[in-house]
């Protein structure tokens, strides 16, 4: 978990998040890789692409699509995804993938089902 947290902030940084300022990162593992995503905010709010979604997109151009765990990270503390990640994740994971929540002061873990109980699933 300590490895995980040290890419999370190290990267952190790189979110592009000038109106929030709300920087988050995210961190996908996926049939034994790893995929990164920052979230990037825009002048036009519904155009920011948040770090959940940017992590699961550069795992599905990898070719995977089946998420094992998910590591989000900010330092405002630990944060859960939005609505619309929380359907994303759960569209390559299942309820019982675990979410790991960082903050600065340590990490939480829930289960997509427990942060989606009613997921949309076909």
Request: hydrophobic share 40%; net charge negative; aromatic share 8%.
């Amino acid at each position: 978990m300590e490895r995980v947290r040290a890419i999370l902030e190290a990267h952190v940084e790189r979110a592009y998040a000038p109106y929030s300022g709300f920087p988050v990162v995210a961190l996908v593992e996926a049939e034994g890789e790893s995929f990164l995503g920052v979230n990037v905010e825009n002048a036009s709010f519904p155009l920011s692409q948040c770090a959940e979604r940017n992590a699961v997109a550069a795992m599905v151009l990898s070719g995977k699509r089946r998420i094992d765990r998910v590591h989000i990270y900010s330092p405002k503390g630990p944060i859960p995804p939005c609505g619309g990640c929380r359907q994303v994740l759960l569209e390559f994971g299942s309820p019982e993938t675990e979410v790991v929540l960082h903050g600065p002061e340590g990490y939480v873990v829930k289960t997509l089902g427990e942060l989606l109980p009613w997921g949309f699933r076909l």
